[in-house]
């Protein structure tokens, strides 16, 4: 009995992250390009109690172990960067990813980091950044005079100054890639960093090479399915409320056993 009060107890701690991180999905159902996680679990340790294949007598070789498991822990969350519903906002800087790819932005301490938030502005200095002030790496710099912006889907930026008739090129967005996007470390701020799960990031141009391609006049929203997360919030709850009842069982049976008399 003490082990099936340990193991319903691991139980309880799993649904309760899992609840934790279809809360935080729900929380983040409108936010730019956020990307829906969740918990992968794995069972733990077995005890043998008796080992198969044992030799009691001729012909008689035991065809299974008696194993009893001790509950589930979690090993992971996997984040799903499958594609966001794209939505029109009429904002020249915003833009979408329809596609592979990331974003490469500068952080404050020189460092890389990866956005599908493609929600940017431009700063005092006329360089194109992010609504935090990430820089993107491309560190495009519309010159003074800007009267019109205009970007291709292969991310070819164009301006049009005061006084010109023809738009003149000043540069293109390059994008990122990853052999394994899930395992990105998430830093806040829609930012993610690399890691050594996964890979270094391929570097490219939209539309070459497998790379998305750019829409402007757009942002991506989360591709979280809030149907679903209700659906698994009330999974995660039963399986909560089973676990505790097998608890509450537990708890009963050693009860009884402590009232035997003789």
């Given at each position: 009995?003490?082990?099936?009060?340990?193991?319903?107890?691991?139980?309880?701690?799993?649904?309760?992250?899992?609840?934790?991180?279809?809360?935080?999905?729900?929380?983040?159902?409108?936010t730019t390009?956020?990307?829906?996680?969740?918990?992968?679990?794995?069972?733990?340790l077995y005890e043998t109690i008796v080992s198969g294949g044992g030799n009691g007598g001729p012909n008689q070789g035991k065809p299974a172990n008696l194993q009893i498991g001790l509950g589930n822990r979690a090993v992971s969350t996997f984040r799903s960067f499958a594609?966001?519903?794209?939505?029109?906002?009429?904002?020249?800087?915003?833009?979408?990813?329809?596609?592979?790819?990331?974003?490469?932005?500068?952080?404050p301490d020189g460092s890389f980091a990866y956005v599908r938030d493609g929600s940017f502005r431009l700063n005092a200095e006329g360089f194109i950044v992010t609504a935090?002030?990430?820089?993107l790496?491309?560190?495009?710099?519309?010159?003074?005079?800007?009267?019109?912006?205009?970007?291709?889907?292969?991310?070819?930026?164009?301006?049009?100054?005061?006084?010109d008739v023809e738009p003149q090129e000043i540069g293109q967005i390059e994008l990122a890639k990853f052999v394994n996007p899930a395992g990105l470390k998430s830093l806040g701020g829609n930012m993610y960093?690399?890691?050594?799960?996964?890979?270094?990031?391929?570097?490219?141009f939209a539309g070459?090479?497998?790379?998305?391609?750019?829409?402007?006049?757009?942002?991506?929203?989360?591709?979280?399915d809030v149907v679903q997360e209700m659906i698994n919030m009330i999974i995660a709850q039963r399986a909560y409320e089973i676990n505790s009842k097998a608890v509450k069982t537990a708890d009963d049976m050693l009860a009884v056993a402590n009232n035997i008399r003789r």
């Open positions: 009995m003490i082990r099936a009060l340990r193991t319903a107890a691991l139980g309880m701690s799993a649904q309760q992250l899992q609840l934790d991180v279809i809360a935080n999905n729900l929380a983040n159902v409108n390009g956020f990307k829906r996680s969740s918990v992968e679990f794995q069972d733990v594609q966001g519903a794209v939505t029109e906002t009429g904002n020249a800087l915003d833009l979408a990813i329809s596609g592979d790819g990331f974003f490469q932005v500068l952080r935090t002030g990430a820089r790496a491309s560190e495009l710099n519309l010159p003074s005079g800007t009267e019109d912006i205009a970007v291709g889907e292969d991310g070819v930026v164009r301006v049009l100054l005061a006084g960093e690399e890691t050594i799960a996964s890979g270094q990031p391929i570097i490219g070459e090479d497998g790379f998305g391609t750019t829409i402007q006049g757009f942002l991506e929203k989360s591709n979280v």
